[in-house]
């Protein structure tokens, strides 16, 4: 009998210490690697894919902000069609820890490098950015996100980002696909631009 119980306990300590490790291990992972395995494919390991237009640059974005949305495709409280099909799966085996140092990493690289400038749309593009359009109850986007929108915590940077996916995301706010904590702040106010201001803030932010 002594004998069994001290084969338990030597087999409890066993697994106690490969868990241990294991939690160690997973903890100590770096962020290039938690990136590499969970979002090279899409966003490359500098956020700053150029071959795929409808997937957001996350180089040089507030960690804040990408910590909230991850966490947000985790729990299923942000709603829009890439969001449910790619990231809520993607996002269910991500720990707090490394939501964090995705975050955190991905916050720290160099800005991506803007597009190039389209002088029609850039004119009118700017004008909505700074200025916004008083007669449709549209604020200025700099208002948020800054003068030179680099973001500003839990409002993103947009400077740089891929014209095909800021001009994306106007729609789901403006036809109510995207559902998420900030949503609400942006449903209005794409419900009131047309689709060619759309285009051309889009547009222009991706020069910045």
């Not at 996002?91 to 597009?115: G, N, R, V, Y």
């Not at 942006?186 to 201001?197: F, G, N």
Request: one cysteine or more.
């Amino acid at each position: 009998m002594k004998i069994l119980v001290a084969l338990i306990g030597s087999l409890s300590l066993v697994s106690l210490g490969m868990y241990s490790s294991g939690a160690q291990a997973q903890a100590s992972k770096s962020a290039p690697a938690i990136v590499n395995n969970t979002c090279f494919m899409c966003h490359s390991e500098h956020g700053n894919n150029p071959d795929l237009a409808f997937v957001p640059r996350l180089a040089a974005q507030t960690s804040t902000y990408i910590e909230e949305q991850l966490k947000a495709f985790r729990d299923g409280s942000r709603a829009d069609p890439p969001a449910t099909m790619y990231m809520w799966p993607i996002t269910q085996k991500l720990t707090e820890s490394e939501i964090k140092a995705a975050a955190e990493w991905f916050a720290s690289q160099p800005p991506p490098t803007p597009f190039a400038k389209n002088a029609a749309l850039d004119a009118q593009g700017k004008q909505i950015f700074e200025k916004g359009v008083l007669k449709a109850d549209v604020p200025a986007c700099s208002s948020c996100h800054g003068a030179e929108a680099a973001g500003n915590s839990i409002f993103p940077r947009l400077a740089g980002q891929t014209p095909q996916y800021l001009l994306s995301q106007l729609r789901y706010f403006k036809s109510g696909a995207r559902n998420d904590t900030r949503a609400d702040i942006m449903k209005p106010i794409a419900s009131h631009l047309t689709e060619a201001q759309m285009n051309a803030v889009a547009h222009y932010l991706s020069t910045l």
